[in-house]
């Protein structure tokens, strides 16, 4: 049976980049743990000769032509901004290296 | 009523403006009101007919569109705190058709937070209410666009169906809701759920309107890969064939496993009453059995929160949304305060998907979690086929209950995600729905709803079924069921506009 | 911080065996993005190429660049790969403020071509890198870094992202663990970053030009003990922005894990950041799996299955491969063996090309590139493809000195001219006034003062002794400050001794 414990949720939670509280882990691992019960019962259910299906109709080779289409404007793409500038959307300083 | 000149756009849009001020307050079916485009937008309209040109049938026709769809202009919240002012620069191709048509777009609709849930809950901005009771949930996620038609603040709706979202909100309204294929309408401009799920279709009050909007904005879109390629089949035509009341040479499949236990009996009996109209008018009834579908709501509490997660991670209050600082941290970091702001901005139940989701995709867990339901679904669709050998539709009760109390199952996830029992192995195998009001249950003299189900690319064959067990219920009951519903203007409690 | 100890080179490899990895991105030249149809020209306004799609607004979604996917699978094909039947997207999670959905959609566990291999010409031998795989994806916004002292990422205020470079195709190739290079593993990952590029530049699919950043390399290390077979931790690093900084950060790192080997410590798995101006690398993020990315299928496309008959077509639209063309111009051009290995080494094979295109002769072309340009670019720390002479400019200076107008001393005053950004070959010649002087009277009147200064010489010469024009030669040419030629100075003055 599994159980999800406080510091699987805080981990998780971290991964997900949210930050919760001490109330909220403590409200969620239970809460977690009960559904992950439920779901854990289809283990075993699918035998390895069945194929996952990702897509419930099968298609392939959806592509489009190399051509460009008109843009947004640089006022529309940064018209939700919580700050921006010089044209830029502004971000708080970034820990971590360039990608 | 249009076509005939008997009324304008302008007058028709002002009327449901007005009904939308009188009850909203009580309803809160809306989140926003747009009064000044659609009167706009229905002048248009009229200027149009008035020179002999209606854009479509629905030309002038005003709608209401669930706040999970993208529209210009308008703000586009999903029922969320993170979104909050969000409006967006460009239409979800829905809207766009929408438009082109010529339909007046009343304003957005309440519904569960980024559409997680069964009873409009979980919206951050307050739930909505069941115009035939007040104190009940109007169903979900799609609660704010079901209530709405229901109470006759908008004629037409949009809705979006990821597990039942449309069909199971039909059923305890007593108005009709469709999911179609998956791929039948775009979902560019949809704010994802679960992406291999979602469909956007029409919410109205009879079969006929919900087949002329469904082709309204039904077909293929290249800014959707998933998106058939290939025309809509007629539905329309299917509908009006429908409504003669001939089901003679339908083979009608009743799901074994989708009835029985955990389903009110009121809403059986309405059930087994809509089947007998339905062999009355000619239709073969056989029992079908789906051994697999006991496990379609694990699959779908796998594959959606999966999905969910990491269409969630976008809102990071970097490029919009909610941006909250952290508190007692000086010059935080852009961590800190995606954090903060998914802290702050997300509700309980998308927390609870997100970290769901994480968990079933994180590394030792994936074949066992996420790998596992996809394999499932291969099981459940293949049920379907099987079934559908065997019978040309089926047919279930859309929801196990009619509505409950607000509050009354807020506690409690697991019993929330069952009311979805029913309506989640459509989405799975990606076959269309139709739920079609049913009648009052005796218990409680609430709405319940019938579902009929086609294979993929059959939609037509959901309106010929449900237009003629709709014209069946209509010569029973003497006249619309919404007819019975409360006079929301004596139960106004909460007299106000809407937002 | 202390300073990391290096053991030196050979001792290196006296102990260990180096076991290299290269993982190139290579930006293609389509006119659209990955997934939209925003452009993707550089240079641009910020965030004036973005749409819904390659903004991760809510509600939008991808569909796949039908070219991207052609010319990944002619990379593939050229780097003798095989091309999947079946596969699909797959979305790598993680958060940065560059990725606008905070997943990239990228290739997982099946990438469209894979099991390949491109042999490399190091010193006259040649060495098969096997490649892994072959997979699109999509790029990252841009971000500026505010407030910090250097304008890099650590110690910023703040940062400013601009998202037009934002979805633009990416073909990742990753190659397997290259074993048995020993001494050689430094000039191994050059020669094949060096002629990935040239193939990917033949195929015509990107510009792949390292100093603009449309092929970028990283290169991973690690060391075994020698004999052990068992490989050792690794670690990757980046920031690698040049040939030379390849063949240098693979030096480095194996004299810096062998340090930290000795030492009885173990390799940490982590990313390091190249430094070109220190010759070092410096400690980046943690390469452990405080990262799990994550990845499933991607739900908004639908799988790539390129049928066989459209792969063939393809293949038969590739050029010549590298070894082929390599015979093939060094017939042509009649380089021995050593000079078409020093111009492959140089990297300038192709700048090479493009002078003999522009009417040089071959052995002008290497002349002027493997000396005068190759030592330029080197005190300049750039690569040669950056230097601010072209091919043309080359060819159009040798055509100059062919001509008579200047000679190659005064070729190389006009190469300075044209890197500080004089203008034209002619430009450079007419303003700083280096044109050959072939007026005899002129050239004759320097003769005479030559002759009068020295007129032992004179004597010498009028004797018989020819050869002792040499020394007025000079002196004619010191007068002229270069601006003769010495053929013509040395007739005048045999004529005027005569």
Not at chain 2, 389 to 406: C, G, R, Y
Not at chain 2, 466 to 479: D, H, I, P, V, Y
Not at chain 3, 214 to 242: F, H, Q
Request: glycine fraction near 10%; aromatic fraction near 6%.
């Amino acid at each position: 049976m599994p159980d999800i414990t406080r510091d699987e949720v805080a981990h998780l939670a971290n991964l997900a980049r949210i930050d919760l509280d001490d109330a909220e882990l403590d409200h969620l691992a239970p809460q977690l743990s009960v559904i992950l019960e439920s779901v854990a019962s289809i283990s075993g259910v699918a035998g390895d000769d069945v194929p996952p299906t990702s897509h419930a109709l099968p298609m392939t080779n959806v592509f489009r032509e190399d051509v460009v289409r008109p843009c947004l404007t640089a006022e529309q793409a940064l018209s939700g901004a919580p700050a921006q500038e010089q044209q830029r959307f502004a971000v708080p300083r970034i820990l971590g290296d360039e990608q | 009523m249009l076509a005939a000149g008997e009324t304008t756009s302008v007058e028709l849009t002002r009327a449901h403006l007005d009904r939308i001020a009188e009850v909203d307050g009580a309803v809160h079916a809306f989140l926003h009101v747009d009064a000044e485009g659609a009167l706009a937008q229905a002048a248009a309209a009229d200027e149009r007919r008035a020179a002999g040109t209606p854009a479509s049938v629905l030309d002038g026709i005003p709608i209401a569109v669930k706040d999970v769809l993208a529209t210009q202009g308008l703000p586009t919240t999903c029922g969320s705190k993170i979104l909050e002012g969000w409006v967006p620069p460009y239409d979800a191709t829905v809207v766009a058709r929408l438009k082109q048509a010529g339909l007046p777009i009343l304003g957005k609709t309440n519904m569960d937070e980024f559409a997680m849930g069964s009873s409009t809950e979980h919206s951050a901005y307050g739930p909505t209410h069941n115009p035939w009771d007040l104190d009940r949930i109007p169903g979900g996620s799609g609660g704010g666009s079901a209530a709405a038609v229901a109470a006759f603040e908008a004629p037409l709706a949009i809705g979006t169906d990821t597990g039942g979202s449309i069909r199971q909100p039909g059923a305890v309204t007593g108005t009709v809701g469709v999911k179609p294929t998956y791929g039948g309408v775009s979902r560019y401009g949809l704010v994802a759920l679960a992406n291999s799920l979602d469909q956007a279709g029409p919410v109205t009050r009879t079969v006929l309107d919900s087949a002329l909007l469904h082709e309204v904005i039904g077909g293929h879109d290249p800014l959707d890969s998933t998106s058939i390629d290939q025309p809509l089949p007629s539905l329309v035509e299917a509908a009006r064939q429908g409504a003669t009341g001939d089901l003679t040479g339908v083979r009608i499949g009743v799901v074994k496993e989708l009835g029985g236990e955990g389903y009110q009996a009121g809403v059986l009996s309405r059930f087994q009453e809509s089947v007998d109209l339905m062999v009355k008018a000619g239709a073969e009834v056989v029992e079908v059995s789906c051994p697999s579908f006991v496990h379609a709501l694990a699959t779908y509490y796998l594959i959606l929160p999966a999905e969910a997660s990491s269409n969630l991670a976008k809102f990071d209050a970097m490029r919009y949304g909610l941006r909250v600082l952290p508190e007692g941290i000086e010059n935080p970091s852009a961590e800190e305060v995606m954090r903060a702001s998914r802290d702050a901005g997300f509700g309980d139940e998308v927390k609870r998907r997100i970290i769901l989701g994480t968990y079933a995709l994180s590394s030792g867990y994936y074949d066992a979690y996420y790998g596992q339901a996809q394999k499932v679904r291969t099981l459940i669709s293949r049920d379907f086929a099987a079934a559908f050998e065997k019978a040309d539709v089926l047919v279930s009760p859309t929801a196990p209950t009619t509505a409950f109390k607000l509050g009354e199952k807020l506690d409690d996830p697991i019993a929330m995600y069952l009311n979805d029992l029913a309506t989640i192995p459509a989405n799975l195998a990606g076959v269309p729905g139709i739920s079609v009001p049913s009648g009052l249950a005796d218990e409680d003299g609430l709405p319940a709803g019938v579902q009929i189900l086609a294979p993929a690319l059959a939609d037509d064959r959901l309106y010929r079924v449900g237009a003629a067990l709709e014209a069946a219920l209509l010569q029973q009951w003497g006249g619309r069921l919404l007819d019975r519903a409360p006079d929301l203007d004596k139960l106004d409690r909460r007299s106000g506009v809407a937002r | 911080m202390t300073a990391d100890i290096l053991v030196p080179f050979d001792e290196v490899l006296e102990r260990f065996d180096p076991a290299l990895g290269l993982e190139v991105h290579v930006e293609l030249n389509t006119s659209s993005k990955m997934f939209c149809g925003c452009p993707t020209g550089f240079g641009a306004e910020p965030n004036t190429q973005v749409c819904p799609t390659c903004l991760g607004l809510p509600g939008a979604m991808p569909v796949v660049n039908g070219k991207a996917v052609e010319s990944a699978i002619r990379i593939g094909l050229a780097l003798n790969c095989e091309i999947a039947e079946w596969c699909r997207f797959a979305r790598k999670n993680y958060f940065y403020p560059d990725m606008p959905k905070n997943f990239q959609t990228s290739q997982y566990d099946e990438p469209i071509a894979f099991d390949g291999w491109m042999d490399v010409e190091v010193d006259g031998e040649t060495f098969r890198v096997e490649v892994e795989r072959a997979h699109m994806e999509e790029d990252t916004g841009k971000s500026l870094h505010v407030g910090g002292a250097t304008g890099r990422i650590h110690g910023a205020e703040y940062s400013l992202v601009d998202y037009n470079r934002a979805g633009i195709p990416l073909i990742e190739i990753v190659t397997k663990p290259i074993v048995g290079a020993g001494e050689k593993a430094p000039e191994i990952a050059k020669a094949y970053v060096a002629q990935l590029r040239d193939l990917i530049v033949a195929l015509g699919v990107s510009d792949a030009r390292m100093d603009q950043g449309s092929i970028r390399a990283d290169v991973n290390l690690s060391l075994s003990p020698k004999g052990s077979g068992v490989l050792g931790t690794r670690t990757e690093t980046k920031n690698v922005n040049s040939l030379r900084s390849v063949e240098r950060a693979v030096r480095h790192e194996m004299s810096r894990h062998a340090g930290v080997l000795d030492d009885g410590r173990k390799i940490l798995q982590e990313t390091r950041h190249w430094h070109e101006d220190t010759g070092i690398t410096t400690s980046g993020r943690e390469k452990s799996d405080a990262e799990d990315y994550r990845y499933f299928p991607e739900p908004d496309l639908v799988p790539v299955a390129p049928s066989r008959e459209w792969v063939e077509e393809l293949r038969g639209t590739l050029p010549e491969n590298p070894t082929q063309k390599r015979a093939r111009l060094q017939a042509e051009w009649g380089f021995s063996d050593l000079e078409m290995r020093d111009t492959v080494g140089a990297g300038a094979l192709g700048l090479v090309e493009e002078t003999i295109a522009a009417g040089a002769s071959p052995q002008a072309a290497r002349k002027w590139w493997l000396s005068d340009m190759a030592r330029r670019a080197n005190e300049a720390g750039l690569e040669l493809t950056a230097l601010a002479v072209t091919p043309v400019d080359v060819a159009r200076v040798q055509a100059l000195v062919d001509e008579g107008k200047i000679n190659d001393k005064l070729a190389r005053q006009v190469f300075d001219g044209l890197l500080a950004g004089e203008g034209t070959p002619d430009e450079v010649v007419e303003a700083r006034g280096l044109a050959i002087v072939s007026d005899d009277s002129a050239l004759g009147a320097a003769v005479d003062n030559a002759i009068a200064a020295n007129p032992d010489v004179a004597d010498k010469i009028r004797d018989g002794k020819v050869a002792a024009a040499g020394a007025l030669i000079g002196a004619v040419m010191k007068e002229m400050r270069g601006q003769a030629d010495a053929g013509r100075v040395r007739e005048l003055i045999l004529e005027k001794l005569a």
